[in-house]
C-alpha cells in the first residue's frame, strides 16, 4: 500500500499563493505518476494537475493553466504544486494521488488511472 500525504493547505486572499506538497514512504515512488485533484460539495473528484515519472511531462485542467505549476522531486519522494493568483473557484479538499504506470507514460488525467489517494487539504480562498 503506498501512503500519501497532502499538507500545505490554507486560508489565503483572492491573488494569493499556496504550495501543496504531498509526501510518501513508498520506495516505489519513482514509479508512479501523480496527479492532484480537487472537490467541492456535491461535486465529482476533478483533475487539476498531472506530472510523468521523471517529472518533464505535466498536464493541467484548462481551470487552472497558467496558474498552477506541478513537479515532483523524487530524492524527496514529494510531489509538489504551486498555486498562484488564487480565485474563489479553486477553493476545495484537493487531493494527491498516484498511478501505476510504464516506463514511457505521460502525465495521467483520468481519474479512474489512480490507485492510491491521500486524505486531502483543505484551500480555501476567501473574497
Known amino acids: 500500500q503506498v501512503q500519501l500525504v497532502e499538507s500545505g493547505g490554507g486560508l489565503v486572499q483572492t491573488g494569493g499563493s499556496l504550495r501543496l506538497g504531498c509526501t510518501t514512504s513508498s520506495r516505489s515512488f519513482n514509479d508512479y505518476a501523480m496527479g492532484w485533484f480537487r472537490q467541492v460539495p456535491g461535486k465529482e473528484r476533478d483533475f487539476v494537475a498531472g506530472i510523468n515519472l521523471s517529472g518533464g511531462g505535466t498536464a493541467y485542467a484548462d481551470s487552472v493553466k497558467g496558474r498552477f505549476s506541478i513537479s515532483r522531486d523524487n530524492d524527496k519522494k514529494t510531489v509538489y504544486m504551486q498555486m498562484n493568483s488564487l480565485q474563489p473557484e479553486d477553493t476545495a479538499v484537493y487531493y494527491c494521488?498516484?498511478?501505476?504506470?510504464?516506463?514511457?507514460?505521460?502525465?495521467?488525467?483520468?481519474?479512474?488511472?489512480?490507485?492510491?489517494w491521500g486524505q486531502g487539504t483543505q484551500v480555501t480562498v476567501s473574497s
Open positions: 494521488a498516484a498511478a501505476s504506470v510504464d516506463r514511457w507514460y505521460g502525465a495521467v488525467t483520468q481519474r479512474e488511472r489512480y490507485h492510491f
